[in-house]
């Protein structure tokens, strides 16, 4: 037999089992999301009840802000993500993970906040309460 009479029976038999060969239609393109993203944490260094601004990509919605691993109080919008404060329940020279989780995700800060004494700056009665995880 040679090679022209075998691809011509597989031909048949392909045909036979599978169906003639189809022209693939063009994929469907599904639009992506982009994921969150942590861009900025700012100071980042602070005591418990100081106010911390968080800036990203896609922070919107209702998220759940962590210092480590207490969250946040709720968290209050800005032009490109959330004013919140450091919550209770973290020691002073803690070195903690910034993480905001939303629907579309969750973010992580590339840089570590550092627990440190209240700010002077602000006064006590000024400070959020906060709630423990």
């Known amino acids: 037999m040679?090679?022209?009479?075998?691809?011509?029976?597989?031909?048949e038999?392909?045909?036979?089992?599978?169906?003639?060969?189809?022209k693939l239609e063009e994929p469907a393109r599904i639009?992506?999301?982009p994921r969150p993203q942590i861009?900025?944490?700012?100071?980042?260094?602070?005591?418990?009840?100081?106010?911390?601004r968080i800036t990203g990509v896609e922070l919107g919605g209702n998220p759940?802000?962590?210092f480590g691993a207490k969250q946040t109080a709720t968290p209050s919008p800005n032009a490109d993500g959330f004013t919140t404060?450091?919550?209770?329940?973290?020691?002073?020279g803690d070195k903690v993970k910034v993480v905001v989780s939303t629907s579309l995700g969750t973010a992580v800060g590339a840089v570590l906040f550092t627990v440190a004494e209240?700010?002077?700056?602000?006064?006590?009665?000024?400070?959020?309460?906060?709630?423990?995880?």
Do not use: H
């Open 64 to 66: 759940k802000i962590f």
């Open 31 to 33: 639009p992506v999301r």
């Open 39 to 52: 861009t900025k944490v700012e100071p980042l260094v602070g005591g418990v009840g100081d106010e911390v």
């Open 85 to 92: 404060t450091v919550p209770a329940g973290l020691a002073l």
């Open 118 to 133: 209240k700010s002077r700056n602000e006064s006590t009665s000024s400070a959020a309460t906060t709630k423990e995880a």
């Open 2 to 11: 040679t090679p022209e009479e075998i691809i011509s029976q597989y031909r």
């Open 13 to 22: 038999v392909a045909t036979t089992v599978v169906g003639p060969v189809r």
